[in-house]
């Protein structure tokens, strides 16, 4: 494979500072509706403007300096607001400013707080409906010292200036000139309404805790996720740095946006990969291209069919499975195809890992733990959404399929991916585990990362292992569990201080060493279901203190990178995703199926109440857990039932319409 495909041209030492996305202690607060995508951004050691607008079309990936406020030779600079009072000039103190999410505000509101002498300045970010690309920014002025001054505000786009009293509200708005989007500001009335965005935001999932970081966290990436998603479902894999499209990434989005309240955007995604990222083989786009067989991401395959059923199951919406099924029969049959089959244990074969290094990294042909597990639990839902449409040869087709694929996984005597007692990354075509890798001698990868260093370059341990556990293909309480997590310990502060766990062993990183939000909830996720909250707190703590945290819009890793011929590091949507798989899926522990409802509700260190209003199909699930205190019974309440509690959790009847469930419960 070419591995130029990982190279690209944008430097970040050319031109201003504003163009470099890792300015020291920067956060990023993503706001949009799908029409308009914007990112305000706070610097706050001075090297980039202090507080800045970034304005995107989300149909148009781009790197940082490809927005439309940004100027080649300025940045963001005329984005800033200042105030003048009698010819002085008053502009943000780097140090001084303050921002963050407007909790209870309704719909998803970032306040910036900043002082220049005896002015405190208040400027607030939000997008007033869900159908326009419109953003709005209202100023107001405070005066610490006594006496009044008639206070302006200036700020600008581009060459063009706008200059008003204080307190202002400044639109910006996209618009088609020319054959391409600009963005203009002007001048609004000051008191807007905005009904209808509020009325969205209404609708969507509530969650509320006794922990303030986890509850940032939730309403941050919920609003975030819908911000990264264009009205036509387009989506870039890590905002502004790949400007390229994954089916992985976006049907794991989907999954996150239905269990977030948001089931309209799901399904655009939804619809749009299976029409337009799915071949006519049943092949799935990576990095929005076709691969050649051996190169074919085919857990891609797997993850869009898992979050298929997931969208159905938490909406009944059965019609985007019978509307779309020859692409979901097409995608289902496609890792069953011949040349991915290994013939001896039945596993997909094929010379691409999960993380997307290849041959030159030194990735033999063999057999890739997260490719059976992801086909595996694809197969499974197809098998389910063909019965549930009627299909009943498929079904059983696809059914006993995974099921043997998920037998050569766990349990084939020469060919499993279990080595020593716990999940391993990869084995060759000879049974032998893959344990390590050499690249090409002359590849023209970056011969400064670890991958080209002394010594032996390992595969595992390798965060994906645990994936089998977090989405409970596995026991959770059992050894192979327990001894994968075990494994994954090296890979926390590997290289590196203050926490965070790399995505795999550092050894043979192609890239900088450094810790992955993802990657680390990945871990997370899977000590949560294995009885271990204590790992789910370090994490979510660790993604509180690293920069993004403030905003919660998290970077792919935290390090330094070989920038060019590396990309730099974006924003990663996914992250957001599995943010609210963990609140969801494992700590509120929602899980629909076709005609049940179950529920395992699980509380972690520093969490002892939850309280969640979630959409579900027709309805809504109102759903209260908190810890038991000294001497009370745990146990479920719905409606006048009272049930004793257990650590499977409840399971209830869900009717095909219903208007709401409330249940009430008390956990250990």
Same mark, same amino acid.
């Given at each position: 494979?070419?591995?130029?495909?990982?190279?690209?041209?944008?430097?970040?030492?050319?031109? %201003?500072?504003?163009?470099?996305?890792?300015?020291?202690? #920067?956060?990023?607060?993503?706001?949009?509706?799908?029409?308009?995508?914007?990112?305000?951004?706070?610097?706050?050691?001075?090297?980039?403007?202090?507080?800045?607008?970034?304005?995107?079309?989300?149909?148009?990936?781009?790197?940082?300096?490809?927005?439309?406020?940004?100027?080649?030779? $300025?940045?963001?600079?005329?984005?800033?607001?200042?105030?003048?009072?009698?010819? !002085?000039?008053?502009?943000?103190?780097?140090?001084?400013?303050?921002?963050?999410?407007?909790?209870?505000?309704?719909?998803?509101?970032?306040? *910036?707080?900043?002082?220049?002498?005896?002015?405190?300045?208040?400027?607030?970010?939000?997008?007033?409906?869900?159908?326009?690309?419109?953003?709005?920014?209202?100023?107001?002025?405070?005066?610490?010292?006594?006496?009044?001054?008639?206070?302006?505000?200036? $700020?600008?786009?581009?060459?063009?200036?706008?200059?008003?009293?204080?307190?202002?509200?400044?639109?910006?708005?996209?618009?088609?000139?020319?054959?391409?989007?600009?963005?203009?500001?002007?001048?609004? %009335?000051?008191?807007?309404?905005?009904?209808?965005?509020?009325?969205?935001?209404?609708?969507?999932?509530?969650?509320?805790?006794?922990?303030?970081?986890?509850?940032?966290?939730?309403?941050?990436?919920?609003?975030?996720?819908?911000?990264?998603?264009?009205?036509?479902?387009?989506? !870039?894999?890590?905002?502004?740095?790949?400007?390229?499209?994954?089916?992985?990434?976006?049907?794991?989005?989907?999954?996150?946006?239905?269990?977030?309240?948001?089931?309209?955007?799901?399904?655009?995604?939804? #619809?749009?990969?299976?029409?337009?990222?799915?071949?006519?083989?049943?092949?799935?786009?990576?990095?929005?291209?076709?691969?050649?067989?051996?190169?074919?991401?085919?857990?891609?395959?797997?993850?869009?069919?898992?979050?298929?059923?997931?969208?159905?199951?938490?909406?009944?919406?059965? !019609?985007?499975?019978?509307?779309?099924?020859?692409?979901?029969?097409?995608?289902?049959?496609?890792?069953?195809?011949?040349?991915?089959?290994?013939?001896?244990?039945?596993?997909?074969?094929?010379?691409?890992?999960?993380?997307?290094?290849?041959?030159?990294?030194?990735?033999? $042909?063999?057999?890739?733990?997260?490719?059976?597990?992801?086909?595996?639990?694809?197969?499974?839902? #197809?098998?389910?959404?063909?019965?549930?449409?009627?299909?009943?040869?498929?079904?059983?087709?696809?059914?006993?399929?995974?099921?043997?694929?998920?037998?050569?996984?766990?349990?084939?005597?020469?060919?499993?991916?279990?080595?020593?007692?716990?999940?391993?990354?990869?084995?060759?075509?000879?049974?032998?585990?893959?344990?390590?890798?050499?690249?090409?001698?002359?590849?023209?990868?970056?011969?400064?990362?670890?991958?080209?260093?002394?010594?032996?370059?390992?595969?595992?341990?390798?965060?994906?292992?645990?994936?089998?556990?977090?989405?409970?293909?596995?026991?959770?309480?059992?050894?192979?569990?327990?001894?994968?997590?075990?494994?994954?310990?090296?890979?926390?502060?590997?290289?590196?201080?203050?926490?965070?766990?790399?995505?795999?062993?550092?050894?043979?990183?192609?890239?900088?060493?450094?810790?992955?939000?993802?990657?680390?909830?990945?871990? #997370?996720?899977?000590?949560?279901?294995?009885?271990?909250?204590?790992?789910?707190?370090?994490?979510?703590?660790?993604?509180?203190?690293?920069?993004?945290?403030?905003?919660?819009?998290?970077?792919?890793?935290?390090?330094?990178?070989? *920038?060019?011929?590396?990309?730099?590091?974006?924003?990663?949507?996914?992250?957001?995703?599995?943010?609210?798989?963990?609140?969801?899926?494992?700590?509120?522990?929602?899980?629909?199926?076709?005609?049940?409802?179950?529920?395992?509700?699980?509380?972690?260190?520093?969490?002892?109440?939850?309280?969640? !209003?979630?959409?579900?199909?027709?309805?809504?699930?109102?759903?209260?857990?908190?810890?038991?205190?000294?001497?009370?019974?745990?146990?479920?309440?719905?409606?006048?039932?009272?049930?004793?509690?257990?650590?499977?959790?409840?399971?209830?009847?869900?009717?095909?319409?219903?208007?709401?469930?409330?249940?009430?419960?008390?956990?250990?």
């Amino acid at each position: 494979m070419e591995v130029q495909e990982h190279f690209y041209s944008d430097d970040p030492s050319r031109g %201003p500072a504003d163009a470099k996305t890792t300015l020291r202690g #920067a956060e990023y607060f993503f706001l949009g509706n799908g029409f308009i995508q914007a990112a305000v951004q706070i610097a706050p050691a001075g090297d980039g403007t202090p507080v800045g607008l970034l304005i995107m079309d989300p149909e148009r990936l781009g790197p940082k300096r490809a927005a439309l406020s940004f100027d080649k030779d $300025t940045g963001i600079a005329a984005t800033g607001v200042s105030v003048e009072v009698r010819g !002085d000039r008053h502009a943000p103190r780097p140090a001084s400013v303050r921002a963050g999410w407007v909790p209870g505000a309704g719909l998803p509101r970032v306040e *910036v707080v900043w002082r220049s002498g005896p002015y405190r300045v208040t400027e607030l970010f939000f997008c007033p409906d869900m159908r326009s690309a419109r953003l709005v920014r209202q100023v107001s002025v405070s005066r610490s010292a006594p006496g009044a001054s008639r206070v302006r505000v200036k $700020t600008g786009l581009g060459a063009r200036t706008v200059e008003t009293e204080a307190p202002a509200v400044f639109e910006y708005r996209l618009a088609k000139r020319g054959g391409r989007t600009v963005a203009d500001l002007r001048l609004t %009335p000051s008191r807007l309404s905005e009904p209808a965005a509020a009325a969205y935001w209404r609708d969507t999932a509530a969650f509320r805790s006794s922990d303030p970081l986890l509850d940032r966290f939730f309403s941050a990436s919920r609003s975030q996720l819908r911000a990264a998603v264009s009205s036509t479902g387009r989506m !870039d894999g890590s905002i502004w740095q790949y400007n390229l499209e994954w089916v992985r990434d976006q049907a794991l989005v989907a999954m996150a946006l239905v269990m977030s309240g948001q089931p309209g955007t799901a399904r655009t995604i939804l #619809a749009r990969l299976l029409s337009d990222f799915v071949s006519d083989e049943g092949a799935t786009k990576d990095s929005s291209r076709l691969r050649p067989l051996e190169e074919s991401e085919v857990d891609q395959n797997g993850v869009l069919l898992f979050a298929l059923e997931s969208y159905v199951r938490w909406t009944d919406d059965q !019609d985007l499975v019978r509307s779309n099924w020859d692409r979901i029969e097409k995608a289902a049959a496609f890792p069953l195809r011949p040349e991915f089959r290994h013939e001896p244990s039945g596993l997909i074969v094929n010379r691409r890992e999960f993380w997307e290094r290849h041959g030159a990294h030194g990735i033999g $042909t063999g057999m890739e733990l997260a490719h059976q597990l992801f086909v595996a639990m694809g197969l499974r839902s #197809a098998g389910q959404l063909a019965a549930l449409t009627g299909r009943t040869d498929r079904a059983h087709a696809w059914t006993e399929a995974a099921m043997r694929l998920r037998q050569a996984m766990l349990k084939d005597p020469r060919f499993s991916l279990v080595e020593a007692g716990a999940f391993i990354k990869r084995r060759g075509l000879d049974g032998r585990v893959q344990a390590a890798v050499r690249p090409e001698p002359d590849s023209s990868l970056p011969k400064s990362t670890p991958l080209f260093g002394p010594g032996r370059h390992l595969l595992n341990p390798d965060t994906s292992a645990v994936l089998p556990v977090a989405w409970d293909f596995v026991d959770p309480a059992g050894q192979l569990a327990r001894r994968t997590l075990a494994s994954m310990e090296t890979l926390w502060n590997q290289g590196w201080k203050g926490g965070g766990y790399g995505r795999y062993h550092v050894t043979s990183e192609p890239d900088s060493p450094g810790p992955w939000p993802f990657a680390s909830l990945f871990v #997370a996720r899977a000590a949560l279901e294995a009885g271990d909250p204590a790992t789910t707190r370090r994490v979510l703590d660790w993604l509180g203190r690293v920069p993004g945290g403030r905003a919660g819009s998290w970077f792919e890793f935290y390090g330094p990178r070989p *920038v060019p011929p590396y990309p730099q590091v974006g924003i990663i949507p996914w992250t957001w995703a599995e943010i609210v798989f963990l609140v969801v899926h494992h700590m509120l522990g929602v899980r629909p199926g076709q005609d049940f409802l179950s529920l395992q509700p699980r509380l972690i260190p520093g969490v002892d109440r939850m309280d969640a !209003d979630l959409p579900l199909r027709d309805g809504r699930l109102e759903l209260s857990v908190r810890r038991a205190r000294r001497g009370e019974e745990p146990g479920f309440r719905c409606g006048d039932r009272k049930m004793p509690y257990h650590r499977y959790g409840l399971g209830l009847t869900l009717p095909r319409s219903f208007g709401r469930i409330a249940v009430r419960a008390v956990i250990p």
